[in-house]
Every structure is written in C-alpha cells, then in structure tokens.
C-alpha cells in the first residue's frame, strides 16, 4: 500500500476540481495500484481489471465535484472501482444466462 500525504493529496484534489489535469495525474498515480488490484480480485481478468480501472478514474474525474473532502479518497475512489466491477459482473452473468435459455419460436 502507498503510503499517502494527506495534505498534498487535499490539494490535487481541489487542483483537479479546478481542472488540473497533472494533478488528477498524482491521484492516479498514487492509487492505481489499489484500484486495479481491486478490479482484478472482483474480475479475475487482466484485461476486463485494467479497462475497469481506466474507466473508474475516468468516472472520478469527471465526479470530483460529488466527492466529500471529509472522507478519505481512496475509499470513495475504490467504491466507484467496486460499483463499476458489480455492473460488469452483473452484465457477464446476463449474458450467461441468456446463452442458456431456449430461443424464443
């Protein structure tokens, strides 16, 4: 785990919310390995793990104005990579199980 300073983590953020792209750069770069580890444990699949991953800070960004400053980041940036993976998930199994199911006459 990447050990985090608060303080300048607090100002990527609100740098970011002011759309500095270099600062969204840090916050990457600081938890991509939580998200991605997350992603790869829920998906089990490099590929599908790494496109969640992208796709979760893509969500984040453009979210900053919806995250609340007094919980930590990495929480609620793992619970968008945890909501985006059960979709995924969710999506696998409707295809599953629409494979199996008899076609309509």
Not at 35 to 53: C, F, H, I, P, Q
Not at 77 to 100: F, G, H, K, P
Request: aromatic residues 10%; glycine residues 2%; negative net charge.
């Amino acid at each position: 785990m990447v050990s985090v300073d608060i303080e300048a983590e607090r100002k990527w953020i609100q740098q970011a919310r002011s759309g500095d792209e270099d600062a969204f750069g840090e916050l990457v770069r600081t938890h991509q390995n939580a998200v991605y580890n997350l992603a790869y444990r829920m998906l089990s699949n490099r590929t599908e793990a790494e496109d969640a991953a992208q796709e979760t800070f893509l969500r984040a960004y453009a979210n900053l104005d919806r995250y609340d400053p007094e919980r930590p980041f990495r929480t609620w940036l793992l619970s968008i990579t945890s909501n985006y993976c059960i979709d995924r998930l969710r999506r696998r199994r409707l295809t599953w199980l629409s494979l199996d199911e008899p076609l309509p006459p």
